[in-house]
């Protein structure tokens, strides 16, 4: 909740902070391990808040990426709903139904062990296999509408961040080839 008020001060695009959130390579839409988190744009005037609103962006970002692979292979979707602790910050809500450019729908239950658990008692025969008896067991609990003129301007960053993307990979390769040559300080595990 903390985060997520100082994150709310910083105007959308974060002042030309961008994050890359790679953290572990990527998998849709580039399904490459070797990618690596990076934040581009920073400066002395960037603190706290803008680094912690560019995280928000830049897996906003992710998300929009993956979505839009999805359209171009013709698996277009109406609703996008956000579950997890994400789920949790009004503002990151807001930040992916702008990105997105899509209404984005919060269940009031988040978290994915409840979409497991239907899943599971659908296999077991407890619940209907129906997809509209299903739905009438998940409630949604808020709903978030794109604004024009943030997903405007989100158009505008996602190209940048896309670019960026692109421009790094072969870094992002050396540097996951630089790591594997070089031992591990103690107690770390490589993925």
Same mark, same amino acid.
């Given at each position: 909740e903390a985060l997520s !008020?100082? !994150?709310?001060?910083?105007?959308? &695009?974060? $002042? /030309? *902070? *961008?994050? =890359?959130? =790679?953290?572990?390579? $990527? #998998? !849709?839409?580039? #399904? @490459?391990? @070797?990618?690596?988190?990076?934040?581009? /744009?920073?400066t002395v005037r960037h603190g706290r808040s803008h680094l912690t609103r560019a995280v928000m962006e830049g897996v906003a970002c992710a998300l929009r990426a993956s979505v839009e692979y999805t359209r171009r292979y013709g698996l277009p979707f109406d609703e996008v709903r956000l579950i997890?602790? &994400?789920?949790?910050?009004? *503002? #990151? !809500?807001q930040i992916i139904a702008d990105m997105l450019n899509r209404t984005i729908l919060i269940p009031a239950e988040r978290d994915a062990a409840y979409g497991a658990a239907l899943v599971v008692g659908m296999g077991a025969g407890i619940f209907p296999t129906d997809v509209q008896a299903i739905a009438s067991l998940i409630r949604i609990k808020e709903r978030r509408e794109p604004d024009p003129e943030q997903a405007s301007l989100y158009d505008e960053l996602f190209r940048i961040y896309q670019d960026a993307d692109a421009a790094l990979v072969s870094v992002s390769h050396r540097l996951a080839a630089f790591e594997q040559k070089r031992p591990r300080s103690h107690g770390e595990v490589r993925v």
């Amino acid at each position: 909740e903390a985060l997520s !008020a100082a !994150a709310g001060t910083v105007p959308a &695009g974060c $002042e /030309g *902070l *961008l994050f =890359h959130p =790679h953290l572990q390579g $990527e #998998w !849709a839409p580039y #399904w @490459d391990n @070797d990618l690596r988190g990076n934040l581009i /744009g920073l400066t002395v005037r960037h603190g706290r808040s803008h680094l912690t609103r560019a995280v928000m962006e830049g897996v906003a970002c992710a998300l929009r990426a993956s979505v839009e692979y999805t359209r171009r292979y013709g698996l277009p979707f109406d609703e996008v709903r956000l579950i997890g602790q &994400g789920a949790k910050s009004s *503002l #990151w !809500a807001q930040i992916i139904a702008d990105m997105l450019n899509r209404t984005i729908l919060i269940p009031a239950e988040r978290d994915a062990a409840y979409g497991a658990a239907l899943v599971v008692g659908m296999g077991a025969g407890i619940f209907p296999t129906d997809v509209q008896a299903i739905a009438s067991l998940i409630r949604i609990k808020e709903r978030r509408e794109p604004d024009p003129e943030q997903a405007s301007l989100y158009d505008e960053l996602f190209r940048i961040y896309q670019d960026a993307d692109a421009a790094l990979v072969s870094v992002s390769h050396r540097l996951a080839a630089f790591e594997q040559k070089r031992p591990r300080s103690h107690g770390e595990v490589r993925v």
